[in-house]
Every structure is written in structure tokens, then in C-alpha cells.
T-cell receptor, first 115, second 113 residues
Framework: KQEVTQIPAALSVPEGENLVLNCSFT??????LQWFRQDPGKGLTSLLL?????REQTSGRLNASLDKSSGRSTLYIAASQPGDSATYLC??????????????FGTGTRLQVTL | NAGVTQTPKFRILKIGQSMTLQCTQDMNHNYMYWYRQDPGMGLKLIYYSVGAGITDKGEVPNGYNVSRSTTEDFPLRLELAAPSQTSVYFC????????????FGPGTRLTVL
């Protein structure tokens, strides 16, 4: 059974810092990995999606990397801003069919960027 | 284009009551999903649908039922509510098999007392 872990559970940084969020998964037979942002009281917004054949994806100040063989992904946020404060979740999609191909979510990292 | 909408936003139920959580999407997406998110936990899949008339169980389906009579709507039914069903429920949709990005609704916060 796939398990997804995110470390740290919470992180507070001053504005302007670069930071890295970590995600690890136990079964390397994944189809893809996604990073989501969740604001309080709201749904999830997809930030980046990395296919299993890819090593990284970039969008603006965000860069996500994937090392499938070691079961790890990182989300790098450059020059953090208070507006980046949110919970960040990673989710992996299994490579099988049926429920096995559905998303397995981590518990998230709650990020606070202070002024 | 409203995306994925969910009603109600909040609800308190007594043990044994039943209710339906509504989910509607206006993007003509084939795939729809119901998740629950318990405090400090990741999302867990309850049920999903790959098109009108087709539904299937996810990871935690017990105590819930779904139907998909139209492309737009995917209601989630709770029968005989229990305290263990206290959670935040999210509905999501995605266009189809070739796109993995899911679009989420704002969630319904349900408390069962």
C-alpha cells in the first residue's frame, strides 16, 4: 500500500527566503506526482505535475523535482512571499488500474511566511 | 464558469441522521471524485466516477453512497451519520483519461454529534 510522507509538518520562514518542502513515497511504481496548495477553508489548487519519466517541473518561483527510484520529491520555493503562506500537499498517482491508479495524498506541510 | 461548486459549506448532523452533499461542475469533465480530509491527515478517496452512470468505490466507501445521473452532478449520500464521519469533504473533477490535473471544490465541513 502506497504511503506518502511530508516533512516538515509545519515551517515558518521570513519573507525572501528560499525554502524546500519534502515528500517521500514508499512505492516507486508511480504514474506521476502532483504538488497542491490548500488555503484555509478552501479546496486544493494544483501547482505542478511531474510525470514519472520527468525529473522536474517549473512554474514561476516554484520548482518541483522527482527522484522516483528513491521515492522522493521536493518543492522548491524561491524568494518566498507572505502570499505563499498555505498548506502544501503532494500526491502520487499509482501505476495500476482501478483504485490503484488514484491519488494518494501526503498530510501536507503548513507554511507560514512572515514579514 | 464556476468550476466545481459544493453545497452546503457547513453542516451539523445528529448521530443517525442522513444527508446529501451536493457537487456540481460546469466544465463538462468526465471524471469526478469525492474525498474526505480528517484533521492533520491527507485526503482519502471515498468514491469516484468516470462518467454518467458509472461509479466505483475508493479507499474509504463504507457509510456513503453516490450516484451520477448527469455529467454535471455527483452527490454524496450519508446514511445513518456517525461521529467518525466528521470531516471536511471535497469534490473534484478532471477532464478525462489524458489529463491528470484535478479541480477541487471549496469543501463541505461536516460535524456529527
Amino acid at each position: 500500500k502506497q504511503e506518502v510522507t511530508q516533512i516538515p509538518a509545519a515551517l515558518s520562514v521570513p519573507e525572501g527566503e528560499n525554502l524546500v518542502l519534502n515528500c517521500s513515497f514508499t512505492d516507486s511504481a508511480i504514474y506521476n506526482l502532483q504538488w497542491f496548495r490548500q488555503d484555509p477553508g478552501k479546496g486544493l489548487t494544483s501547482l505542478l505535475l511531474i510525470q514519472s519519466s520527468q525529473r522536474e517541473q517549473t512554474s514561476g518561483r516554484l520548482n518541483a523535482s522527482l527522484d522516483k527510484s528513491s521515492g522522493r520529491s521536493t518543492l522548491y520555493i524561491a524568494a518566498s512571499q507572505p502570499g505563499d503562506s498555505a498548506t502544501y500537499l503532494c500526491a502520487v498517482r499509482g501505476g495500476g488500474t482501478g483504485t490503484a491508479s488514484k491519488l494518494t495524498f501526503g498530510t501536507g506541510t503548513r507554511l507560514q511566511v512572515t514579514l | 464558469n464556476a468550476g466545481v461548486t459544493q453545497t452546503p459549506k457547513f453542516r451539523i448532523l445528529k448521530i443517525g441522521q442522513s444527508m446529501t452533499l451536493q457537487c456540481t461542475q460546469d466544465m463538462n469533465h468526465n471524471y469526478m471524485y469525492w474525498y474526505r480530509q480528517d484533521p492533520g491527515m491527507g485526503l482519502k478517496l471515498i468514491y469516484y466516477s468516470v462518467g454518467a452512470g458509472i461509479t466505483d468505490k475508493g479507499e474509504v466507501p463504507n457509510g456513503y453512497n453516490v450516484s451520477r445521473s448527469t455529467t454535471e452532478d455527483f452527490p454524496l449520500r450519508l446514511e445513518l451519520a456517525a461521529p467518525s464521519q466528521t470531516s471536511v469533504y471535497f469534490c473534484a473533477s478532471r477532464p478525462g483519461q489524458n489529463t491528470d490535473t484535478q479541480y477541487f471544490g471549496p469543501g463541505t465541513r461536516l460535524t456529527v454529534l
